[in-house]
């Protein structure tokens, strides 16, 4: 396109951005709305009320806030700084990638790099999974080498399956009223399956349990949690209910060698590490202003009128 000199798309789950330069403003916006329309299932005019534009040191400071993860649904989250070196090898291997825009995304990258090491803007679980198993993971000072049971094969099931895999434990087990999806959900985080009801030998062999079926009563008794502890001999038992209606007999809370948390303590966590990385977000918010004004310094200081558009 020749009102085009350099393009950029960066594309996730909840938003579809594209970067360009040109030598006039009106044409470029244009060029990049055509090409969004041409390839997507919106219209001209609906494209019109939903578009947002950025010009500028404004365009350069929003990719920067976006590789920082400022501006994501989850705040903090760690996947946009691969997305945004994704967008640019993209750009490159097309023959887009320009210097202007080059240079945009070497600059939001350090920032997102600095934003994650210097704040806490990435600290505490956000994720209902995660939390569940930060919060075993702090009762049980650490979780290296330690035996962790997952009961249920669900999507939350899987979400703290998924999030136990690279914790050092030591194995994994699935159980589910459904073998065929334990031994999915097993094979997916390299554990192993195991039949339900869960046996008085399994449920004393873990040393965190984590329950999230859709079972419409209790699936883990106080009997026999009791039972499982008395069988272990040693060390506490961490049990975390994540169904709702409880997958767990809130009666284990008189049992001494049992630690019982339930989506109340999960939402309290998730809350307590958002507020957290909130407040860690405004000092990402300086680190964004010192690196913009770096590389305005540095690069756009002569030619302004060159700055990327952002749609």
Same mark, same amino acid.
């Given at each position: 396109m020749p009102? %085009?000199? $350099? @393009?950029? %798309?960066? &594309?996730?789950?909840? #938003?579809? $951005?594209?970067?360009?330069? *040109?030598p006039d403003e009106g044409a470029l916006r244009a060029a990049l *709305?055509?090409?969004l329309v041409g390839h997507s299932r919106l219209s001209a005019p609906e494209l019109a009320r939903v578009a947002y534009v950025e010009r500028g040191a404004a365009a350069v400071r929003h990719l920067m806030r976006v590789a920082a993860s400022l501006d994501s649904a989850l705040l903090g989250e760690s996947e946009i700084q691969g997305?945004?070196?994704? @967008?640019?090898r993209l750009a490159a291997l097309n023959g887009s990638l320009g210097p202007i825009l080059e240079s945009s995304c070497r600059a939001a990258l350090a920032a997102g790099s600095r934003a994650r090491r210097e704040t806490g803007i990435a600290s505490g679980a956000v994720s209902t999974a995660s939390a569940a198993v930060e919060l075993a993971r702090n009762e049980l000072e650490g979780l290296l080498g330690r035996r962790a049971l997952v009961i249920g094969a669900g999507r939350m099931a899987d979400g703290v399956a998924h999030a136990l895999r690279g914790r050092g434990l030591k194995e994994i087990t699935v159980a589910s009223r459904t073998d065929a999806h334990a031994r999915a959900l097993a094979t #997916?985080?390299? *554990?192993?399956?195991?039949?339900?009801? %869960? #046996?008085?030998? $399994?449920?004393?062999?873990?040393d965190v349990v984590i329950s999230a079926t859709a079972a419409p009563g209790h699936v883990l008794a106080c009997a026999a949690l009791e039972r499982a502890v008395a069988a272990r001999g040693?060390?506490?038992l961490v049990v975390v209910d994540m169904a709702v209606p409880r997958d767990v007999d809130p009666a284990v809370n008189v049992l001494s060698a049992v630690t019982l948390k339930d989506v109340d303590d999960l &939402?309290? @966590?998730v809350d307590r590490n958002l507020a957290l990385r909130r407040r860690e977000a405004r000092v990402a918010e300086r680190i964004v202003d010192a690196e913009? $004004?770096?590389?305005l310094a540095r690069i756009f200081a002569s030619d302004a009128d060159s700055l990327p558009t952002a749609a």
């Open positions: 009102a %085009v000199n $350099e @393009a950029l %798309v960066l &594309s996730t789950c909840n #938003r579809t $951005e594209l970067y360009g330069a *040109g *709305g055509c090409a997305q945004v070196k994704h @967008a640019q #997916r985080v390299g *554990g192993r399956p195991i039949r339900f009801p %869960v #046996r008085l030998e $399994e449920l004393a062999a873990a040693h060390g506490r &939402s309290r @966590a913009l $004004e770096r590389v």
